[in-house]
């Protein structure tokens, strides 16, 4: 059993900060659970344009409001507390948040924590294997 509190997070090479978002990564690869779990917050005002084509990603809002825009397409979505938009089809997209937007996110595969968006907004795929694997003594 994994317990882990944000609290211990914080600070660390989990703690992803850029100009318009910080991501706490909460669970990754090298758990080797088959998904990685990050608590996001995007900035008030900011723009940010994202492409996972090679990760599958669910975004749940748990507090504050923004716009997804599906680049490809021009459809717009005000996504708000208990709403959540799911990349299923590797979109184009553009977040656009009007307050601070507090978001819970899981990636298929799972993230290393290394990733960086490329200048397509594309993690690239790091395939590590998995290094803290559960067992029935921890």
Do not use: Q
């Amino acid at each position: 059993m994994i317990v882990r509190s944000l609290d211990e997070i914080n600070d660390t090479d989990a703690d992803i900060r850029t100009e318009t978002w910080r991501s706490r990564r909460v669970v990754l690869a090298k758990e080797g659970v088959g998904f990685s779990f990050h608590e996001t917050v995007l900035y008030a005002g900011t723009e940010t344009s994202m492409w996972y084509a090679n990760h599958i990603e669910l975004v749940h809002c748990i507090e504050g409001e923004a716009e997804v825009t599906n680049d490809e397409t021009g459809e717009t979505h005000l996504i708000t507390p208990g709403t959540l938009y799911l990349l299923n089809g590797h979109e184009h997209h553009t977040v656009r948040p009007k307050t601070d937007f507090r978001v819970l996110c899981v990636f298929n595969p799972p993230v290393t924590g290394r990733e960086v968006h490329d200048e397509n907004g594309v993690y690239p795929l790091i395939t590590d294997e998995p290094t803290d694997t559960p067992s029935a003594a921890s």
